[in-house]
Structure formats: C-alpha cells, structure tokens
C-alpha cells in the first residue's frame, strides 16, 4: 500500500545533528500521527494532528518537533538526539469524524543514533 | 483505563498448524477492534476489525470475533503459512472523546516450513 509514504527509510546521526522525517499521505484523511518503535516495547504514540492541529502530546522531549503544514503532510524535526531515540518511527493517518475507521501506516523510518 | 492485553510471543508453529492469539481489551464504552499485521521492514496493516459486539472479522484465512461478554478478540487462523510470519497487534478504537486508538504490545509468529 502506497497511501502513506515516508522518507527517508533509513537515517543514521550523530547526536549533535539535525534532521528531519516526512511523512505524506494521499488517502484524503484529516489526522495524522508519529509513533515510535521501539525493539520489545510496544508502541509508543507520540504526537497527534486533527486538521493540522496537535491535539496530543505523549511527554515527548523537545529534541523532537513536529510541523504538520497541512493535513497532508507531517515531520519530525529531530535535534541533539540520545542513543535511547534509536527506533522505528512510524507515522501513520486516518479520517477522524467517521466511526470505525483505522489507521493506515507507512514504512517507517530506521533512525540510529552513534 | 483502557487497554489492550495480548499474549506474549513469540509462537512458534509449523506449516499448517491451527494459530490462537489471544486478546482481551478494557474499554468504556463500545469500542470498534481490530487486528493489525507487521511483516518485517514493514509499517503496520490493517488485518481485520469488528466494530460491534457479535461481529466476525476475516481476511486472508484470519478471523476474529467481537466477544463483548468476554472482552476478548483472539485471531484465529486454521492453517499457517510460513508468509504469515509477522507481528499481530491487536488495537481498539474509541468511538467518543478524541476516536483515540489504542495497541497491544504485539505478538511475534513465527512459522516454519
């Protein structure tokens, strides 16, 4: 399924770097998250945006930012990262509003961290 | 609070063999469920979903049934293939306050030809 496409796939990093994820989806919804993945943890929800705006933030540290520009697109700006970041990240959309709808995902990102 | 529980992996099975996941949920109200599939280097799919009580939902030789009395969802398959190894996740949605979605930790399969 190409309904959600995230860039990049993989990303290494040091910890003083700055980069960013993207996510887009071409499904039409109107909310948009990021979660992440981490090896034997379940998932972890960490931002979420209703019609571009954030409506939850799980106690995410600041080194992570997200910018949702429109309801189709969203990243992560990651700054002075921790090994401990080093996960899948995963964002995902649905359509809010309707009943019964689930998420659609994307491929996630591979993001180390030396 | 609300939350999902399911059966700590990973199951290991041959080819062929009957699949059980069990899942059992906690939830105000009448929540929708639904299975989700992680093959590797994959995000996660949608699998199935039920969204009221009595429902079965299947796809690709996987059920499972809403049980509301019981609080439970078990994926059942009657017959493995080594392509089913993946991770399952079962997941609730609310239907009020903010629609939020909510996961089990996962289950690892692991089928062997």
């Known amino acids: 399924e190409t309904g959600v496409t995230q860039t990049p796939r993989h990303l290494v990093m040091g910890m003083t770097n700055k980069k960013s994820l993207k996510c887009e989806q071409h499904l039409g919804h109107n909310a948009m998250y990021w979660y992440k993945q981490s090896a034997k943890k379940p998932l972890e929800l960490m931002f979420v945006y209703n019609f571009k705006e954030q409506t939850e933030n799980n106690s995410v540290p600041s080194r992570f930012s997200p910018e949702c520009p429109n309801s189709s697109h969203l990243f992560l700006h990651l700054h002075t990262l921790q090994p401990e970041d080093s996960a899948l990240y995963l964002c995902?959309?649905?359509?809010?509003?309707?009943?019964?709808?689930?998420?659609?995902f994307g491929d996630g990102t591979r993001l180390s961290i030396l | 609070g609300d939350s999902v529980t399911q059966m700590e992996g990973p199951v290991t099975l041959s080819e062929e063999a009957f699949l059980t996941i069990n899942c059992t949920y906690t939830a105000t109200g009448y929540p929708s469920l639904f299975w989700y599939v992680q093959y590797p280097g994959e995000g996660l799919q949608l699998l199935l979903k039920a969204t009221k009580a009595d429902d079965k939902g299947s796809n690709k030789g996987f059920e499972a049934t809403y049980r509301k009395e019981t609080t439970s969802f078990h994926l059942e398959k009657g017959s493995v293939q080594v392509s089913d190894s993946a991770v399952y996740f079962c997941a609730l949605r609310l239907n009020t306050g903010g629609f939020k979605t909510i996961f089990g930790a996962g289950t690892r399969l692991f089928v062997k030809a």
């Open positions: 995902a959309s649905s359509q809010e509003g309707q009943r019964n709808q689930p998420q659609h």
